[in-house]
């Protein structure tokens, strides 16, 4: 069994900031990556950030520049810190853990409105 735990999400203001986190814990022997997804009504859902074990990051086009993926490896937890925000970053956020097989989150809303 592996479990995600996702927090952080909410309203925000365009320009403001939020910081997500996902806490893996359950059967892992070995992490590959951790990451989040997003998905916005009526749209498919996309890569935001992943990270490898090893600490290489790779980046959807859209948030370059304005977020940051990091981890703690010891607590097997992946952040997203998401500043600039713009309207278009509304969408449902989902943590993603690759161990050889992809597990998601329950997702959590984030919200950029006025």
């Known amino acids: 069994q592996v479990q995600l735990v996702e927090s952080g999400g909410g309203l925000v203001q365009p320009g403001g900031s939020l910081r997500l986190s996902c806490a893996a814990s359950g059967s892992i022997f070995s992490i590959y990556a951790m990451g989040w997804y997003r998905q916005a009504p009526g749209k498919q859902r996309e890569l935001v950030a992943d990270i490898t074990k090893s600490g290489t990051p790779t980046y959807g086009d859209s948030v370059k520049g304005r977020f940051t993926i990091s981890t703690d490896n010891a607590k097997n937890t992946v952040y997203l810190q998401m500043n600039s925000l713009k309207p278009e970053d509304t969408a449902v956020y989902y943590c993603?853990?690759?161990?050889?097989?992809?597990?998601w989150g329950q997702g959590t809303q984030v919200t950029v409105s006025s």
């Open positions: 993603s853990l690759w161990i050889g097989a992809r597990y």
